[in-house]
């Protein structure tokens, strides 16, 4: 069975603040993707990234970036200089070769405050 | 073009009705996944479909849940003598092929009261 921890469930910061989303995840797979999802107030997922194991090379897109750990099963997200825009529960979702599926954490809402 | 549209938006029945979600996937996109959403939780894995079959189904709670797929693309998650734990939001999700980003509809609202 797989497991997706993102054991911060609320954050909030004041825009401008550099925030960082964390994702701990449980695989016996040796190849998986995976993936982070926002979904705003207005409830629809928007996917953000999908990352191969394989990769290890940190990704910058803008103002987020996401830092990838095989060896502790992490992959976090970090959002530079946050907007109020920004606030959204954020979803890591691990891929596992296994399930052929999405396999969704609690996520973490974040409230950036003006 | 047209992301994954699904109809209804909101649908409120009673307790021991039976309703049918429907949702339409991008074109072309083979793989179609139902997931359902409770309030402050992450989305559940519900069904798959890899064209017309239902290729996991393993999060269906229980035998009043089914979903079809007949010709492929849209699909109808069909729920019998609903109940108020039946209450959440419904997702469904197209991609291209498996591993390929999932594109999400806004979700079926169904309230049982």
């Known amino acids: 069975a797989q497991k997706v921890t993102q054991a911060q469930t609320e954050i909030s910061v004041v825009e401008k603040e550099d925030v960082t989303l964390d994702c701990v995840y449980e695989?016996?797979?040796?190849?998986?993707?995976l993936f982070w999802y926002k979904q705003p107030p207005s409830g629809e997922l928007v996917f953000l990234i999908r990352?191969?194991?394989?990769?290890?090379q940190n990704e910058i897109s803008g103002r987020y970036s996401w830092n990838f750990q095989k060896s502790t099963s992490s992959f976090n997200f970090t959002i530079t200089a946050s907007q109020v825009v920004d606030s959204a529960v954020y979803f890591c979702?691990?891929?596992?070769?296994?399930?052929?599926?999405?396999?969704f954490g609690g996520g973490t809402r974040l409230m950036v405050k003006p | 073009g047209a992301g994954v549209s699904q109809t209804p938006s909101n649908k409120v029945t009673e307790k021991g009705k039976y309703v049918e979600l429907r949702c339409d996937p991008i074109?072309?996109?083979?793989?179609l996944y139902w997931y359902r959403q409770s309030l402050g939780q992450g989305p559940e894995f519900l069904i798959y479909?890899?064209?017309?079959?239902?290729?996991?189904d393993s999060g269906l709670p229980n035998d009043r849940f089914f979903a079809v797929r007949p010709e492929g693309s849209v699909s109808t998650l069909k729920i019998q003598r609903t109940e108020r734990g039946d209450s959440a939001v419904y997702l469904c999700?197209?991609?291209?092929?498996?591993?390929?980003?999932?594109?999400f509809g806004n979700g079926t609202r169904l309230t049982v009261t």
């Open positions: 990352r191969n194991s394989f990769d290890e």
């Open positions: 979702a691990p891929w596992m070769n296994a399930g052929n599926m999405l396999t």
């Open positions: 074109s072309g996109h083979t793989a």
């Open positions: 479909f890899q064209g017309t079959g239902a290729a996991d």
């Open positions: 999700a197209s991609s291209r092929d498996l591993n390929s980003p999932l594109h």
């Open positions: 695989t016996r797979d040796t190849t998986y993707y």
